[in-house]
C-alpha cells in the first residue's frame, strides 16, 4: 500500500499528501518554492502574528513573509492570535495574497507567543478556540470566497490535561476543514517522543483530514506514521530542515521501496540556490545573516561540516558563501 494520495481539504483538492510544516525562521518564501520544486504538495507559512498583521497590514501584504513560493501552487498562510475579532480581520486582510487556505496556529509553544494568549494557550481554552475559528470560518466566506480554514494544535498543555480530543471536536464543529496534530504537549516543548497513538485516536474520531506531524525525519518514518496512524496527511518540519529532498525521497519510498539519498554536492547547490532566492527577496546583507542558520541544517552530517559551518557563519556576501563551499560543490 503506497498510503501516497491525493486529498481534499473543504474545497481545497490536493494532488497529495505530504506537506511542509510551519517552522518559524525556517519555511520562508524561498525555502517553500524549494520544497515545492522538490516534491512538496502542499506548504505553511511561518507564523504570523494576526495583531501585527491588523496593525500594519500594507507591510505585512508586501514583505515576502506571506507571500507564495515562486513554485508553489498550493500554500496556507497560518495566523496566530487569541482574540476573534482580530483574526476574523486578519483572514480578511490576507485576501490580496490569495492564499489556498489559513491556518489557526494553536500549538506554538514559545514564551512570547503563549504570553499573548496564542499559539498552544488556546488549549488551556477550548471555547476561545472554538469562538476564533468560527469567526476565521465566517471571515472567509466573506471576503476569501470559501477557502478551508485548518488548525494545528498539540496534544494538550501538559501530561494532566491531554484535550486533544475535545479541541479538535470544537474545531471541526466551527467549521475546520482539518485538524493537524503535534502529538507533545507544550510542556514537552519538542523533547521527548512524540505520541503517534494520539494522531490515530484523532483520526478515528473526526470526519475531516487530520494530517499527522511530529518525528519524521526519513521516508521511513513518513511509511510507518502512515501505517500506525491511518493520518490522512503528514507534515515535515524539523526534518526538511536542511533536506528538502525528503519529500521526493518519501514519495519514491512509498512507490517502489526505495529512494536515492542526495550527495553533498547536491545539497549545497541547492543551498546556494536557497540563498540568491532568499537574497532577492530580503537583498543580499540580510539574506547572507538569516541563512546562516539553514547552512547549520544543509551541512548537518558532511564530512568537514563543523569546520565549512564555522567558515559560513561569518560570510557576509553571496560570494563568501561559494568560496567556502567550491571544494564540495566542483
Known amino acids: 500500500m503506497s498510503h501516497y494520495s491525493p486529498l481534499n481539504i473543504g474545497s481545497l483538492k490536493l494532488q497529495g499528501n505530504l506537506f511542509l510544516a510551519p517552522v518559524a525562521g525556517y519555511t520562508d518564501r524561498a525555502f517553500r518554492s524549494i520544497c515545492a520544486e522538490?516534491?512538496?504538495?502542499?506548504?505553511?507559512?511561518?507564523?504570523?502574528?494576526?495583531?501585527?498583521?491588523?496593525?500594519?497590514?500594507?507591510?505585512?501584504?508586501?514583505a515576502p513573509l506571506a507571500k507564495r513560493g515562486l513554485k508553489e501552487k498550493f500554500y496556507c498562510i497560518q495566523l496566530f492570535g487569541a482574540d476573534p475579532d482580530v483574526l476574523s480581520r486578519a483572514c480578511a486582510l490576507v485576501a490580496p495574497l490569495q492564499p489556498d487556505a489559513v491556518d489557526l496556529n494553536a500549538g506554538c509553544p514559545v514564551p512570547k507567543v503563549i504570553k499573548t494568549g496564542a499559539g498552544s494557550a488556546l488549549m488551556r481554552e477550548p471555547l476561545r478556540l472554538g469562538r476564533i475559528l468560527e469567526a476565521m470560518v465566517r471571515s472567509s466566506r466573506e471576503s476569501l470566497g470559501g477557502i478551508p480554514i485548518t488548525v494545528k494544535m498539540r496534544s494538550g498543555w501538559d501530561s494532566s490535561s491531554i484535550n486533544y480530543a475535545e479541541c479538535a471536536r470544537i474545531a471541526?464543529?466551527?467549521?475546520?476543514?482539518m485538524v493537524s496534530l503535534h502529538p507533545r504537549t507544550r510542556a514537552q516543548l519538542y523533547s521527548g517522543k512524540s505520541?503517534?497513538?494520539?494522531?490515530?485516536?484523532l483520526a478515528s474520531r473526526l470526519s475531516v483530514p487530520v494530517c499527522?506531524?511530529?518525528?519524521?525525519?526519513?521516508?521511513?518514518?513518513?511509511?510507518?506514521?502512515?501505517?500506525e496512524t491511518r493520518c490522512a496527511a503528514l507534515m515535515f518540519a524539523r526534518g526538511a530542515m536542511g533536506n528538502p529532498f525528503i519529500f521526493s525521497m518519501t514519495k519514491s519510498f512509498l512507490a517502489n521501496g526505495k529512494y536515492i539519498v542526495p550527495a553533498a554536492a547536491e545539497r549545497l547547490d541547492i543551498a546556494i540556490k536557497h540563498l540568491e532566492m532568499l537574497a532577492?527577496?530580503?537583498?543580499?546583507?540580510?539574506?547572507?545573516?538569516?541563512?546562516?542558520?539553514q547552512f547549520c541544517v544543509y551541512t548537518k552530517g558532511i564530512k568537514g561540516g563543523a569546520a565549512l559551518r564555522k567558515k559560513l557563519v561569518r560570510?557576509?556576501?553571496?560570494?563568501e558563501y561559494k568560496e567556502n563551499l567550491v571544494y564540495y560543490i566542483q
Open 195 to 201: 505520541d503517534w497513538q494520539h494522531i490515530n485516536d
Open 280 to 293: 532577492e527577496d530580503l537583498g543580499e546583507s540580510r539574506a547572507c545573516l538569516e541563512m546562516r542558520k
Open 172 to 177: 471541526v464543529e466551527a467549521g475546520a476543514a
Open 212 to 227: 499527522g506531524s511530529g518525528d519524521l525525519y526519513t521516508p521511513e518514518d513518513a511509511r510507518f506514521m502512515f501505517a
Open 315 to 319: 560570510a557576509l556576501t553571496i560570494g
Open 38 to 62: 522538490k516534491g512538496a504538495d502542499y506548504s505553511f507559512t511561518e507564523l504570523v502574528s494576526a495583531e501585527a498583521l491588523c496593525r500594519n497590514p500594507r507591510h505585512y501584504i508586501s
